[in-house]
């Protein structure tokens, strides 16, 4: 048998009993200018035909009792695109192509086949179309997803016949496999029984003093936070079956000049913008907690380069609680705040690593998403309000089959107690907010782009950012 890791195993266990754990991504394409008029058709037909699919994209979890109630991965042989890759069109993208990437994301996966699809969405304005992707969690997680679409994409407009997102390149992202002989078959176990228990005593140390400091940065530094450390709102409540999401992009150069004057990074902007989004949208509704937000923030320990011996596994990632300062009136000071605590979580994330970060801050995920599940909701805090997480993406402008890649936008996960996700990613010379939320939760979602705008502007004046 071939187990999931522990957090992909513990990503299928929360599907089954609640919701979907899929990421996604939207593409906004302009055709080629010599595309004719069935071009969509054309694109179409191409999506169903792979000689060979991505070995990743191949295999499901599975869990049953012919595994002993142990989640593992099964492979098939052959995928039927015919059921991964489908086509919708629109006549509005005003009014219809949100709402539809609304509808497509709420939608469950097939757990008895590779959980994937992908969506050619046409009737675009000016001929435009778009692919709107999505992946199980335990699959890929929001960077190696990102990688996987920019692998299948060029720079150059000139090249034709590119295969999708879906095809093997190679086979360089293949899932390896335990080498042959039989000395190997038989100290193989052995050997992984003893790293696996030296790694687990290593893995307790960093949880244990992983835990000691998130006490002392709480209570000394207001770095973090503890479990029940965040303000219950809307946003920690169950989750419906509808989904809302709403994106839109921004000009790299904005950032960077807010990112220069306050001398932060970029990622530090991009969440302080939200928690100003947050704040406006929660005090318009006299919803507005005294007490700070706090954001669940994934810390990537992917590298940007990419390592073929890593990409089995689909999330490699820490996590990190930074207070957002929604209660603080000034935007440079909010900004100051985040900078703090993220810098201190990289270091504590690199430090320690994913899977010990992840298990030190069980607390407060506990607290976030088990309390909707109980038959009454108690009104007390909970561990995080949201996640907000920021993925790289092609740093030039990109083209498939002679098509220009417009924009990028990300459609993450939303669960119980988690009902609103914010995520942005960087293309070319613009960055991406997408906004996923219930739509019981957010139903006016959209508002939240006029906001965006108004709080990256808010926070341009505050630290005197000049345009690049």
């Not at 920690?236 to 079956?241: E, I, K, S, V």
């Not at 000049?257 to 932060?264: E, G, I, L, P, T």
Request: glycine share 8%.
């Amino acid at each position: 048998m071939d187990p999931l890791d522990p957090l992909d195993a513990a990503m299928m266990t929360a599907e089954v009993i609640a919701n979907p754990m899929h990421v996604g991504a939207v593409l906004i394409l302009s055709p080629p200018p010599d595309a004719g008029s069935d071009y969509a058709d054309e694109l179409y037909a191409a999506a169903n035909k792979c000689d060979s699919v991505d070995p990743r994209l191949r295999r499901y979890p599975h869990c049953g009792l012919d595994t002993g109630g142990i989640w593992v991965w099964r492979e098939v042989d052959t995928v039927d695109l015919s059921r991964h890759c489908q086509r919708r069109t629109i006549s509005s993208e005003r009014a219809e192509f949100w709402p539809l990437i609304g509808e497509l994301d709420a939608e469950r996966l097939d757990r008895s086949r590779p959980m994937w699809m992908s969506y050619l969405i046409d009737g675009l304005d000016d001929g435009r179309f778009a692919f709107y992707l999505k992946v199980h969690h335990t699959l890929a997680d929001g960077v190696a997803g990102f990688r996987m679409i920019a692998d299948a994409l060029s720079d150059d407009p000139q090249v034709r016949s590119m295969t999708p997102f879906y095809a093997d390149r190679g086979g360089e992202s293949a899932v390896p496999t335990a080498p042959g002989g039989l000395v190997h078959r038989l100290v193989g176990p052995i050997r992984s029984a003893v790293e696996k228990a030296a790694s687990g005593i290593e893995l307790a140390e960093h949880v244990i003093t992983g835990e000691l400091n998130i006490v002392i940065d709480s209570l000394v530094g207001h770095r973090t936070v503890l479990p029940f450390g965040a303000p219950r709102t809307r946003f920690n409540d169950r989750l419906g079956p509808q989904r809302a999401v709403c994106a839109a992009s921004w000009a790299k150069s904005r950032i960077r000049a807010v990112q220069d004057a306050a001398n932060v990074t970029a990622n530090d902007v991009a969440t302080a913008v939200v928690s100003g989004v947050l704040r406006r949208w929660l005090n318009e509704r006299g919803e507005l907690p005294t007490q700070s937000l706090v954001a669940s923030c994934p810390i990537t320990v992917r590298s940007r380069a990419g390592n073929p011996a890593n990409e089995q596994h689909g999330n490699m990632f820490g996590l990190w609680m930074c207070p957002l300062g929604t209660h603080l009136d000034d935007p440079a000071v909010r900004l100051r705040l985040i900078h703090r605590s993220m810098l201190e979580g990289k270091q504590w994330v690199a430090k320690r690593g994913s899977t010990a970060s992840l298990l030190t801050n069980a607390g407060s995920i506990a607290a976030t998403v088990i309390s909707p599940l109980l038959p009454f909701t108690p009104n007390v805090r909970t561990g995080y309000n949201l996640p907000i997480s920021h993925v790289p993406g092609p740093r030039a402008e990109m083209y498939w089959n002679g098509s220009l890649v417009e924009e990028i936008y990300p459609v993450s996960t939303v669960f119980d107690g988690q009902s609103l996700n914010v995520t942005t990613c960087s293309y070319a010379d613009r960055i991406g907010f997408g906004y996923v939320a219930g739509a019981e939760v957010i139903p006016d979602i959209d508002s939240l782009i006029p906001l965006t705008e108004a709080c990256l502007t808010e926070l341009e004046s505050a630290v005197g950012a000049r345009p690049c």
